[in-house]
């Protein structure tokens, strides 16, 4: 069977990153995206290459659809083909609503709405043209059931939903599933500013006590994208250790 490849947005960190070395453990080539974090995605790539990985690490601001279009025709022209994308890439804010200026509102819609939007739009050609493809997009429990002081983070999550399901009814009939993870509280770096007495509470809401790692996060992408998840689509899965039931 031909080598599948998957594009990962904000591959640099985090859940991203679980996600590369996953699916270059699973003989996948990999779309590398980053934005500001250049040494970690060139230092990702070349371990995954050492592996053996087949990485084209490629710097984007997901919330510029140029900037987006040419990555992923960059991807093709390597690759042939985007057979999986994993729209990840992601900011957090927290702020009163009543702080929160109109900037700070577009940067947030940008960098989760309008890039997933970009990302999906980008992909979809040629996905469509081979009437195959996969597509994940990665939320948050906050869009599920929303958060104080992360107004805009959590509607801007809530519209990935919506998108999701709404996407895999269109997409459904051209066989391109299309899903959604909404992680509970991981443990990366969006989660540094919080203090040891924040980060304790929240393990003591989890019914798992604990926060969840990258790695975990990146299994349930890694289903949504793989042959034992073909039935499921417009779905939301959230690992988030029973904080959301
Ligand atoms: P992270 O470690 O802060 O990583 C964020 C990633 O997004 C980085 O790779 C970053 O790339 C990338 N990114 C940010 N702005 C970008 C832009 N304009 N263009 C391209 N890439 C951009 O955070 P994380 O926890 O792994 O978060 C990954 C996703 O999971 C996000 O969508 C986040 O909202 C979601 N999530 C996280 C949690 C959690 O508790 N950690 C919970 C629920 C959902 P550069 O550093 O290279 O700029």
């Not at 990302?119 to 996905?127: D, H, S």
Request: hydrophobic share 40%.
């Amino acid at each position: 069977m031909s080598k599948k490849t998957v594009l990962i947005t904000g591959g640099s960190k985090g859940i991203g990153s679980a996600c590369a070395e996953l699916f270059a453990s699973k003989g996948y080539r990999i779309v590398l995206n980053y934005f500001s974090s250049e040494k970690q995605a060139a230092d990702l790539a070349f371990r995954l290459s050492r592996q053996g990985a087949d990485v084209l690490p490629f710097k984007a601001d997901v919330s510029d659809f140029e900037q987006v279009k040419q990555m992923v025709e960059a991807g093709e022209r390597r690759f042939g083909a985007i057979d999986v994308l994993v729209s990840n890439a992601g900011i957090s804010e927290q702020k009163l609503f009543t702080d929160i200026s109109p900037e700070d509102w577009r940067r947030m819609m940008a960098v989760t709405v309008d890039a997933a939007f970009y990302c999906c739009r980008a992909v979809l050609p040629g996905m469509l043209s081979r009437k195959k493809g996969k597509i994940v997009l990665v939320s948050s429990i906050w869009g599920m059931v929303g958060a104080s002081c992360e107004v805009h983070y959590s509607a801007a999550k809530a519209a990935l939903i919506g998108l999701t399901k709404s996407l895999a009814k269109e997409l459904g009939p051209s066989n391109i599933n299309v899903n959604c993870v909404a992680p509970g509280i991981i443990d990366t770096d969006m989660n540094s500013h919080l203090s040891a007495e924040d980060l304790e509470d929240l393990k003591q809401q989890t019914p798992l006590r604990r926060l969840g790692t990258p790695q975990q996060v990146a299994e349930t992408v890694f289903f949504l994208a793989s042959e034992k998840s073909d039935f499921i689509t417009g779905q939301v899965i959230s690992p988030n250790g029973g904080f959301v039931i």
